[in-house]
């Protein structure tokens, strides 16, 4: 097996253990209700009540008790997870204890993705045999391909790969077995080793280029690398500092807790479907333009804003929430301080910049990430560059067209994906997602007939 030379990175990175040591399991919360004078006392664990133990409060034996109202679950955790620790006030994020800028540096990707799968490092013979594991399924079967080249020429890469990885749950119906830990693992190998392969025909696709078959003897980027932008009629090899920093962009883009498309697999998962279905869903969420649709975004902002002279008018025009406008790239639900990802994005762009040429669009993107940090607009609310600032500057240096940002996104997230979903199905706790709402809509009323309606 060939393994690309990995150009040293260095991240500068020491901090004290951000995770808080103390769980006070005796902790309780004392509520009163006012409109019948009772008092509860509820038990607080890991900072949390549990929101079942506010149904004991009613107004009466016909109530249906309080609930908590949290649109877009800005306050509510979902779910106990071991994977992945994020303190966005600080800018930690860490997979399994391990923080995120020590991988960066010094592991790979399919290390980091037994990292978050397994709970620690693999030995070397483990990561022998996992690296095999996955070189042996990186595969289509020849009706997957026949599949995608049903798309327009035109099609999105990105609605190519979501309905991709969904028509698979057709070829595996071995999938559904998903309490079965075998098929489980057999089904996060053919996933992680066909993700890849189901982007490279893709991308193929949208450029009319014959379809590449992998190369196993290649690493995980490098195989990728050939399979987008190999021509049959030449030797490619794949740069391994390009290959190096694909493959820490993936480190990074691994997993990230509870995000959209992250609570989209769990949320799906838990109706007990196939991990196909669940992760095609996944990869939807992952599409739009406030999650990882956004590094594409990015690209049309810096190209709508053409040149540096034009950032500040850019900047008045996303502060006076001009259609909607937004500084792309920035802002981030969790981290309310620089997102650890990007520091290190911005580095693997000057590495690869070393050998694509500089992307001239990074004028820009510096200019408008000054102006940012100094405006009062972005500082009062906490707007700082995220992962998908710079990435696409690399992304698109590399030869990559805008379209398959997201699907550069989605091939590392899916092992987090499937981790989360595992941990999920495992989870004694966890039921069939299903929220409450608050009926907001008509009373009770007689159906009318056509001819008598107002
Ligand atoms: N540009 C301008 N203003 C912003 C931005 C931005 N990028 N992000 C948030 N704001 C403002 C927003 O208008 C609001 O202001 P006000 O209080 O005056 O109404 C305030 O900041 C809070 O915003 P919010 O929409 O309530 O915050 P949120 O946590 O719901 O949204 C976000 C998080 C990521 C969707 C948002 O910051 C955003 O739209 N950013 C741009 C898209 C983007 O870069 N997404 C990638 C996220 S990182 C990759 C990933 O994990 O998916």
């Known amino acids: 097996m060939e393994r690309t030379a990995f150009p040293a990175i260095h991240f500068p990175n020491r901090f004290p253990n951000p995770i808080p040591q103390t769980n006070r399991m005796a902790d309780t919360l004392t509520i009163v209700d006012n409109r019948t004078g009772k008092t509860y006392e509820l038990p607080v664990q890991a900072g949390t009540i549990r929101a079942m133990d506010l149904r004991q409060i009613k107004e009466g034996p016909d109530d249906f008790g309080v609930m908590t109202y949290d649109p877009a679950f800005m306050n509510t955790a979902n779910c106990r997870s071991a994977i992945t620790y994020i303190d966005g006030d600080k800018g930690v994020l860490l997979y399994r204890g391990y923080p995120i800028e020590q991988l960066a540096e010094q592991s790979d990707y399919l290390e980091t993705a037994y990292l978050l799968l397994f709970g620690e490092l693999p030995t070397a013979s483990q990561q022998h045999s996992w690296t095999q594991q996955i070189t042996t399924h990186t595969m289509l079967h020849e009706n997957v391909k026949k599949f995608m080249e049903g798309f327009r020429y035109d099609a999105h890469p990105m609605g190519i790969f979501l309905s991709t990885v969904g028509a698979l749950s057709t070829f595996y119906p071995d999938a559904r077995r998903i309490f079965d830990p075998d098929s489980r693992r057999l089904q996060t190998r053919r996933l992680i080793a066909k993700v890849p392969s189901i982007a490279a025909y893709a991308f193929r696709h949208i450029v009319g280029r014959p379809y590449i ?6 690493s995980y980027t490098g ?120 520091k290190v994005v911005k580095q693997i762009a000057e590495l690869v910049f070393t050998v694509t040429g500089k992307n001239p669009l990074l004028d820009i993107a510096l200019e408008l990430e000054r102006i940012a940090l100094e405006d009062e607009y972005f500082v009062s609310r906490k707007l700082y560059p995220n992962v998908d600032f710079y990435s696409g500057l690399i992304y698109q240096a590399m030869g990559f067209p805008v379209e398959m940002f997201p699907v550069l996104f989605a091939i590392p997230r899916t092992v987090g994906w499937i981790a989360q979903w595992e941990e999920m199905l495992l989870d004694p706790e966890q039921k069939i997602a299903r929220p409450r709402q608050i009926y907001t809509g008509a009373g009770l009323r007689d159906y009318v007939l056509r001819e008598q309606r107002p």
Do not use: W
């Open 213 to 218: 078959y992998p190369d196993n003897d290649l």
């Open 223 to 342: 195989n990728f690398l050939n399979m987008l932008f190999k021509m049959p009629a030449e030797n490619f090899l794949p740069n391994p500092v390009l290959a190096r920093a694909l493959d820490v962009l993936f480190i990074l883009h691994a997993d990230h807790e509870q995000n959209c498309s992250t609570s989209a697999m769990r949320n799906i998962g838990s109706s007990h479907v196939d991990p196909y279905s669940a992760l095609a869903g996944a990869a939807a969420a992952l599409y739009g333009p406030l999650h990882g649709g956004a590094n594409e975004a990015v690209l049309r902002m810096l190209n709508e804003i053409g040149s540096i002279d034009k950032v500040p008018e850019f900047i008045k025009k996303v502060k006076a929430g001009e259609a909607q406008t937004r500084l792309m790239g920035f802002g981030h639900r969790v981290y309310k301080s620089y997102d650890p990802r990007a």
